[in-house]
């Protein structure tokens, strides 16, 4: 029995935020980068800081224009704001045109505590949570260790 299955994939841009560090206590700066790890460029990319009731978007960046972002290439950017009130995140706002040249907008939030980023939601770049990779590799060394004392151990009495 032959059946015919067709796969269209579909090439896209993927941005993530990484190494996002703030400085400053009511006047923030925002730097960071934003990585392309999709399979195509990402033109005109613009990222800014969305302006809400106790965050306001400052001079001289309020908008930071990164250009043109191929697959698996990165661009810096800086953002200015000023915060009034209590503010647990930080929006922002990345635009960008794919290869058909649509508008493609995407919202993010920068999690901050006293004014440290606490994590954002990037699913490469957050810093909250434990990491299993790590635990799991240390395990395995130390079931390696236990395993060569234990084979040391049963050839000396040989």
Not at 5 to 15: E, H, P, Y
Not at 79 to 99: A, F, K
């Amino acid at each position: 029995m032959d059946k015919n299955i067709s796969v269209n994939v579909i090439g896209r841009a993927d941005l993530v935020l990484t190494g996002i560090n703030i400085e400053g206590i009511t006047e923030k700066t925002i730097t960071g980068d934003l990585s392309n790890i999709g399979t195509t460029k990402a033109k005109s990319v613009l990222v800014s800081i969305k302006r809400t009731k106790n965050i306001i978007p400052k001079r001289p960046y309020e908008n930071y224009f990164v250009g043109t972002l191929n697959a698996d290439d990165y661009g810096s950017f800086e953002l200015h704001c000023v915060i009034n009130g209590n503010v647990s995140e930080i929006p922002i706002v990345i635009t960008y045109r794919d290869e058909n040249n649509n508008l493609i907008t995407i919202n993010k939030e920068i999690k901050i505590d006293n004014g440290q980023v606490v994590s954002y939601n990037d699913y490469n770049g957050k810093k909250e949570g434990i990491n299993y990779a790590v635990i799991g590799i240390g395990l395995l060394f130390c079931i390696g260790v236990i395993y060569l004392i234990y084979r040391g151990f049963i050839r000396k009495k040989e």
